[in-house]
Antibody
Framework: QVKLLQSGAALVKPGASVKMSCKAS????????VSWVKQSHGKSLEWIGE????????NFNEKFKGKATLTVDKSTSTAYMELSRLTSEDSAIYYC???????????WGQGTLVTVSS | DIQMTQSPASLSASLGETVTIECRAS??????LAWYQQKPGNSPQLLIY???SLADGVPSRFSGSGSGTQYSLKINSLQSEDVASYFC????????FGGGTKLELK
């Protein structure tokens, strides 16, 4: 079955960067886009962006352009998201998710908690 | 960008009751709408897609309806395991989520 396994929680200082991973299994990694979603504490969900592993093509929510960088390693079926110039506003849980071919998010990782604090 | 307005933000209901959550899109999303359930400490889980199609394994007490800009999620005969937050999501033009509804037991 489809699984998305995310990296563990991170505590990072303001101004630093953080890179998190999402290892996919149970399907052909290069056939589906991978999206990333932010959930700030107690709040709703925001779509950050997506990457197509086969080509590396990306699309972003305008709000996260310049903040998030998406990459993949096809050899390990792993997607990565790096967040730069971190502030307290970036403290959140970040999910990777794989849309169904029609667009809804059928599969979700368990989330990576990022805490930005000095 | 398509905005999704979800109501109510919180809801308290009794076991066995029927509850309805609404979601309004800022433009026609042609039934490209999903509903998710999120329990504390867990990832969101798909409940409904294409506005009214039940995802695999979801109990039949959940149902979705609507078209155009107005959509709703109904839970019949509320169970204790339904205590969670619920989110709508449009996927007509990229993805946008509603603000969420926190459902508690009265």
């Amino acid at each position: 079955q489809v699984k998305l396994l995310q990296s563990g929680a991170a505590l990072v200082k303001p101004g630093a960067s953080v890179k998190m991973s999402c290892k996919a299994s149970g399907y052909t990694f290069t056939d589906y886009w991978v999206s990333w979603v932010k959930q700030s504490h107690g709040k709703s969900l925001e779509w950050i962006g997506e990457i197509y592993p086969n080509s590396g093509a990306t699309n972003f929510n305008e709000k996260f352009k310049g903040k998030a960088t998406l990459t993949v390693d096809k050899s390990t079926s792993t997607a990565y998201m790096e967040l730069s110039r971190l502030t307290s506003e970036d403290s959140a849980i970040y999910y990777c998710t794989r849309p169904d071919s029609e667009g809804w998010f059928a599969y979700w990782g368990q989330g990576t908690l990022v805490t930005v604090s000095s | 960008d398509i905005q999704m307005t979800q109501s109510p933000a919180s809801l308290s209901a009794s076991l066995g009751e029927t509850v309805t959550i609404e979601c309004r899109a800022s433009e026609d999303i042609y039934s490209n709408l999903a509903w998710y359930q999120q329990k504390p400490g867990n990832s969101p889980q798909l409940l409904i897609y294409d506005a009214n199609s039940l995802a695999d394994g979801v109990p039949s007490r959940f149902s979705g309806s609507g078209s155009g800009t107005q959509y709703s999620l109904k839970i019949n005969s509320l169970q204790s395991e339904d205590v969670a937050s619920y989110f709508c999501q449009q996927y007509n033009n990229y993805w946008t989520f509603g603000g969420g509804t926190k459902l508690e037991l009265k």
